[in-house]
């Protein structure tokens, strides 16, 4: 009986190891696979599995050419051997195609040689159509396991996994969930996980119905589908850069890139221009004011059901006041921008180029205010920041800090995000000792608007929920 539970045992640890303990590993640490693209990037990934489909494919193909959109396509094997034709088509129209291996098999549940197999003969057919060679793989239900990256090496494929998914091929999810579930999400570089096949019967016509309204919207906030990050994030993988010059500082990294993740997904913190990340919190300073004259101030925009009453019916205000407990967009500085800026050897070629982002950047904050659902009704901006000097010109109001326990903490994060992300590390804090205490930075939504929405202002934009009621 003790034989029996010992053997039981050591196949539950063998296949923990094979499987779900090697998943695990790789998902947190997103080692070996791609999960997301560039963060400083106005570009995400839609990505489509289980296809192709002679039904859904093809409607999809013109609704993303229709909307000059550039997709990626994980395709089963069995399913392009059969319509070969709808592999030629998604290629010849400019999309990207990887494998979704032969007959869609969970990894954990068949062998290192069989899940080779599958994958060859996927990439054989595939590549026999299009007459190009197969890089990307997309893994069924992202299953890996510990023979993933050796059998990746061996066939020259890279896993492409997903940053989050539409959850489209369940039978309980309609078009307008589809497109929230997306819309709530949206980022820089973020990969899609959809489907054109597959799932609960007709599940692609609710991903065709939530795309149809999704895709002018995302062009309004101002993201750019395409395959690139996919792309560029696989040449990464690949290329191994090291970015860090010091010791202590490539060791650090990857844990705080695991606490900036996690803090991210707590708080809502969202990459949506090459200099921001940017999330909705209540003020907590006190009362501001500032000054606009009626014939410049601009009204809010916005959905006209989805605000609250003071902001749906506003006209053009004199003044604006901002107090505690109003919805904010809180600004936090992209630590891959940052790094870049302060590797400038110019002081002056690197005021030059930070000017310039953050003009483009600032604009791509205005668009979230106007067109993105989870922005739209904050009234104002604002960050803490070591790095101020001369922002009162870009439009910012500069106030000191007040002393609290929060106040403090934040204070340290952003000297420790300067000590890993500067090349002279602690040496920089020590040059600017008396100099680099942060301040609290703001604008009003109308001054924002006013200084760097360049675009005539539309007179409305409904939210996602009205345009699924049209």
């Not at 913190?269 to 601009?298: C, K, N, T």
């Amino acid at each position: 009986m003790h034989g029996v539970g010992l053997i039981l045992f050591l196949f539950v640890l063998l296949f923990s190891i094979h499987g779900p303990i090697a998943e695990w590993v790789m998902d947190v640490f997103r080692w070996h696979g791609v999960y997301k693209g560039n963060d400083l990037a106005r570009e995400l990934a839609l990505t489509f599995d289980d296809g192709p489909h002679p039904q859904y494919t093809p409607q999809l193909l013109d609704l993303l050419e229709q909307h000059g959109v550039q997709a990626t396509f994980f395709l089963v094997g069995e399913r392009a051997e059969t319509y070969p034709e709808l592999v030629r088509a998604i290629h010849e129209r400019g999309h990207m195609i990887g494998s979704h291996t032969y007959r869609h098999r969970n990894a954990w549940f068949i062998t290192p040689s069989q899940l080779q197999s599958e994958l060859e003969r996927t990439k054989e057919v595939i590549e026999r159509i299009i007459d190009e060679p197969v890089r990307l793989y997309r893994p069924p239900w992202g299953r890996l396991t510990i023979a993933t990256p050796a059998i990746m090496r061996r066939i020259g494929q890279v896993p492409v996994l997903w940053t989050f998914a539409a959850r489209d091929w369940r039978y309980d999810v309609s078009a307008k969930d589809i497109a929230e579930t997306i819309a709530q999400r949206l980022h820089n570089g973020a990969i899609v996980l959809l489907h054109d096949s597959g799932g609960a019967t007709d599940a692609p016509l609710h991903t065709l119905a939530a795309l149809k309204v999704l895709l002018p919207r995302i062009k309004q906030i101002g993201l750019t589908c395409s395959a690139r990050p996919i792309l560029q994030a696989t040449e990464h993988l690949l290329d191994h850069p090291t970015p860090f010059p010091r010791r202590m500082q490539r060791i650090i990294h990857p844990l705080w890139t695991q606490w900036e993740r996690l803090f991210n997904r707590l708080y809502g913190v969202y990459p949506m221009s090459r200099l921001f990340r940017l999330s909705v919190v209540p003020w907590r300073f006190g009362s501001r004011h500032s000054q606009a004259d009626s014939e410049s101030s601009i009204p809010y925009v916005a959905a006209t059901t989805a605000l609250p009453e003071e902001a749906a019916g506003a006209k053009r205000e004199p003044s604006v006041v901002i107090q505690d407990g109003d919805l904010m967009i809180e600004l936090h500085l992209q630590n891959g921008a940052l790094q870049q800026l302060v590797n400038i050897s110019s002081p002056e070629k690197m005021a030059i180029r930070g000017l310039k982002e953050l003009r483009d950047s600032m604009y791509g904050v205005a668009q979230a205010l106007i067109y993105d659902d989870r922005f739209r009704h904050a009234k104002g901006v604002f960050g803490m920041t070591l790095m101020h000097r001369g922002v009162e010109k870009l439009g910012f109001h500069v106030e000191e800090i007040e002393q609290t326990l929060g106040n403090r903490w934040v204070s340290m994060l952003l000297v420790w995000i300067m000590v890993l992300y500067h090349p002279e590390g602690r040496k920089r804090l020590q040059k600017g000792h008396g100099v680099m205490h942060p301040k609290l930075l703001w604008m009003s939504r109308e001054e924002l608007l006013r200084r760097y929405f360049t675009d005539p202002l539309p007179d409305q934009v409904p939210s996602l929920e009205e345009l699924f009621k049209e």
